[in-house]
T-cell receptor
Framework: EDQVTQSPEALRLQEGESSSLNCSYT??????LFWYRQDPGKGPEFLFT???AGEEKEKERLKATLTKKESFLHITAPKPEDSATYLC??????????FGSGTQLTVLP | DAGVTQSPTHLIKTRGQHVTLRCSPI?????VSWYQQVLGQGPQFIFQ?????ERGRGNFPDRFSARQFPNYSSELNVNALLLGDSALYLC????WGTGVIVQETQYFGPGTRLLVL
């Protein structure tokens, strides 16, 4: 059974204070690891797909990395508008997404 | 380009009733998946459809059913509603395909908020 664990559950940062979110996973036949951003009451917004260990992707202040057991979402110099819940998910041999519970990020001005 | 659309946006039902939720995928996407998200949790997989056939089912009771139409849109049906069915129901679409890893990404709609009283 595929499993995803995200930490921390909640994170409060001052504007400009860089940090990282962690996603640990176990999966049978990794087909992809995905990061989404979700604002309250809305659907998840796609950020990144990573396919193999060592892969990195960047978008504005966000950078996602992947190892064989973990993925990290690095946030550099965050702004208040980066406040959201960040979800990690894996797709395995069954091609279904298994999500973690998310990290609720709050960036204070 | 239009993203994934879902209707209705909000719904209030009473216990024992039936509900139908609808989803239209991104143009060109042939696979639709349904997820249930309760407050404070990540989305949980319910169903996946590709080319009108069920390709996967999560750990949900038989009260939950779905189908996909020739135009790739989809419906999720829930019978005999329980209080615990109150949640945000999310639809996601993907190109599917075979042999091309980039087509694994699923794109989500805004969701339908269901409240069961």
């Amino acid at each position: 059974e595929d499993q995803v664990t995200q930490s921390p559950e909640a994170l409060r940062l001052q504007e400009g204070e860089s940090s990282s979110l962690n996603c640990s996973y176990t999966v049978s036949g990794l087909r992809g690891l995905f990061w989404y951003r979700q604002d309250p009451g809305k659907g998840p917004e796609f950020l990144f797909t990573l396919y193999s260990a060592g892969e990195e992707k960047e978008k504005e202040r966000l950078k996602a990395t992947l190892t064989k057991k973990e993925s990290f979402l690095h946030i550099t110099a965050p702004k208040p508008e980066d406040s959201a819940t960040y979800l990690c998910a894996v797709s395995g041999s069954a091609r279904q997404l298994t999500f973690g519970s998310g990290t609720q990020l709050t960036v204070l001005p | 380009d239009a993203g994934v659309t879902q209707s209705p946006t909000h719904l209030i039902k009473t216990r024992g009733q039936h509900v139908t939720l609808r989803c239209s995928p991104i143009s060109g996407h042939k696979s639709v998946s349904w997820y249930q998200q309760v407050l404070g949790q990540g989305p949980q997989f319910i169903f996946q459809y590709y080319e009108k056939e069920e390709r996967g089912r999560g750990n949900f009771p038989d009260r939950f059913s779905a189908r996909q139409f020739p135009n790739y849109s989809s419906e999720l049906n829930v019978n005999a509603l329980l209080l615990g069915d109150s949640a945000l129901y999310l639809c996601a679409s993907s190109p599917w395909g075979t042999g091309v890893i980039v087509q694994e990404t699923q794109y989500f709609g805004p969701g339908t908020r269901l409240l069961v009283l």
